[in-house]
């Protein structure tokens, strides 16, 4: 059977990523963390303890802010990968001026590769206002297009707010 592709969408702390979390538990696989969230402050490193702590030991954890692709491949088959997050992951290479139409492409490329099922979480930003600033709106712009892209790849794609699913392409279950 080949690996299976989810995007589970959802705002700024709608329950996304404990909606996706859920899912990858359910899998019954052995369960990878692959995260890329930076701690530049003592609020995000103690954020981000706390979420490693409440994920318990059953999780591999990878922390990896720009190298997602390469990550990906070097994921051996028969796993269950949780990437949170696609927003994190486009805002660390916006920040670091790489080439984001190619980070993307290499993204999208190991998405398709991956040999594992895979559930990748990001924000959807299409719903709020146009930014009011150059950079929020070259962020967004590619936010949209990366979510986009996944989304016509994935088998399924879900919607999380106030933490209630909403299933917009694929099985429910």
């Known amino acids: 059977m080949p690996a299976q592709l989810t995007l589970v969408l959802g705002g700024i702390a709608s329950g996304k990523s404990a909606f996706a979390e859920g899912l990858v538990r359910q899998s019954g696989k052995p369960m990878i963390y692959l995260a890329t969230a930076q701690a530049f402050d003592d609020e995000m490193t103690q954020k981000i303890a706390r979420h490693r702590k ?59 590769d991956c040999t594992s099922d895979l559930v990748v979480v990001s924000n959807e930003v299409g719903l709020a206002g146009v930014p009011d600033n150059a950079l929020a ?36 279950a």
């Open 54 to 112: 409440a994920r318990g030991p059953d999780w591999h954890t990878i922390e990896e802010p720009l190298a997602v692709a390469q990550r990906l491949r070097d994921i051996a088959a028969g796993h269950c990968v949780l990437l949170d997050c696609a927003t994190l992951w486009l805002s660390n290479h916006l920040l670091s001026d790489s080439d984001l139409e190619a980070e993307t492409h290499a993204l999208l490329a190991a998405l398709a």
């Open 137 to 172: 709106r070259r962020f967004a712009n590619a936010q949209g297009r990366l979510n986009q892209a996944i989304a016509t790849r994935a088998a399924r794609v879900i919607l999380v707010t106030a933490g209630l699913p909403v299933t917009l392409k694929g099985p429910v």
